[in-house]
């Protein structure tokens, strides 16, 4: 009943950044937690950040710093500023977030994902 879309990714030089955005759309009632992952190649999924429905970010140790999350619920899009970016950085990034439908029970979406690669 959720939809998410991600969108920013591109080729990058290490050094620069990014902004990539999950737009949620769809039906649903509440749109809870939203967190970003990356997946890079030969590499499991990796948790980038969690931010609450209140804004409160956590983040993966080793990258806070030079990634920020941040949301805006009157858009319903949660954002990922990415900053001074290595090409260890790059990866798939997917958005989650958790819903509530119109029964009021919660659900997971998940994003097609976005590439990010970073490279000279």
């Known amino acids: 009943q959720v939809q998410l879309a991600e969108s920013g990714g591109g080729l990058v030089q290490p050094g620069g950044s990014l902004r990539l955005s999950c737009a949620a759309s769809?039906?649903?009632?509440?749109?809870?937690?939203m967190t970003w992952y990356r997946q890079a190649p030969g590499k499991e999924r990796e948790f980038v950040l969690d931010?609450?429905?209140?804004?409160?970010?956590n983040y993966a140790f080793s990258l806070k710093g030079r990634f920020t999350g941040s949301r805006d619920n009157a858009k319903n899009i949660m954002y990922l500023q990415m900053n001074i970016l290595e090409p260890e950085d790059t990866a798939v990034y997917y958005c989650?977030?958790?819903?509530?439908?119109?029964?009021?029970?919660?659900?997971?979406?998940w994003g097609q994902g976005t590439q990010v690669t970073v490279s000279s």
């Open positions: 769809g039906s649903f009632v509440s749109l809870g937690a």
């Open positions: 931010i609450s429905d209140s804004g409160y970010v």
């Open positions: 989650k977030a958790r819903f509530m439908d119109h029964r009021s029970i919660w659900h997971d979406a």
